[in-house]
């Protein structure tokens, strides 16, 4: 059986590899997002490669990953991080929603660009010791979450499945478009459910008329045996749910200064 791999260019090159085929499993690192030439809401010079294209439709249609992600049927674990500057946070999530399978997963660390740590590095293996090997790694389903918008609030919930193994939940929000240099808030998260098996992690967040709204749990989970990597070790690894959005049709980034500080 054989997997792919690949780092930056290299996980665009595991995006349009995919669809071969041949391949059983696929982990893109840091790369392989699509809709780059899709800008980012609001005015935000540079958000997307665009401009340097004579031909658009030919680019998307051949050489933009979104044109190759509907073709892939292998399963996929996309790792990245929470600020990375060539696989952006919400290319990444519309990227997977393009497979016709749900078997993909997201791991990110937060607030760091183009370097995934230890908790992401980890389940590398993983995926193709389950998919390759045939030896279940017993990794959980991408984390189930929910999102409302009622009256001006917006309500996010997350509830982790395989909840025996798991150490945390952090909710992080926020309201900047750029995904580059946003930076994200962690959610004072209210768990509910009298079961650790059923426990339900939920936030309430404004919403503002002019701003957009991005919202997403990273779940910890606990491994057997602590696992030595090239760079350290971790008895962890983290799973993404799906990053909820409420964006409006016009973004004004002066609004950014109704929001509270703290």
């Known amino acids: 059986r054989i997997g792919f791999s690949g780092f930056s260019m290299g996980g665009m090159i595991t995006a349009l590899t995919a669809i071969d085929s041949r391949l059983k499993a696929v982990v893109p690192f840091v790369g392989g ?7 980012f809401p609001g005015p935000i010079e540079g958000s997307s490669i665009r401009p340097h294209f004579k031909d658009l439709e030919l680019y998307k249609t051949t050489i933009d990953a979104s044109a190759y992600w509907p073709l892939v049927k292998c399963p996929v674990l996309f790792i990245s991080s929470s600020n990375d500057f ?3 946070f919400e290319r990444i999530y519309q990227s997977m929603a393009l497979l016709k399978h749900r078997d993909w997963r997201v791991s990110t660390n937060i607030h760091q660009n183009h370097g995934p740590g230890p908790e992401q590095w980890v389940l590398l293996n993983q995926w193709f010791n389950q998919y390759l090997k045939g030896t279940d790694q017993d990794i959980p389903v991408t984390p189930p979450s929910t999102f409302d ?10 509830t982790p499945t395989d909840q025996d193994r798991l150490v945390n939940t952090e ?12 930076f994200w808030n962690r959610a004072d998260a209210k768990r509910s459910g009298a079961k650790r098996s059923a426990s339900r992690w939920s936030v309430q967040l404004p919403v503002y008329d002019d701003l957009p709204l991005y919202v997403f749990a990273m ?3 606990r491994m057997p045996q602590s696992v030595p990597l090239e760079r ?4 962890t690894f ?22 509270p500080k703290s």
């Open 33 to 39: 997002s699509g809709f780059k030439h899709v800008d």
């Open 86 to 88: 060539h696989a952006t």
């Open 149 to 158: 918008v009622v009256s001006g609030k917006a309500t996010f919930s997350v």
């Open 171 to 182: 909710i992080y929000f926020s309201y900047d478009p750029n995904s580059r240099t946003r």
């Open 219 to 221: 779940c910890r989970y």
């Open 232 to 235: 350290g070790e971790t008895s």
């Open 238 to 259: 983290v799973l993404n749910s799906d990053e909820q959005s409420i964006v409006p049709e016009s973004v004004n980034l002066q609004a950014t200064a109704m929001i």
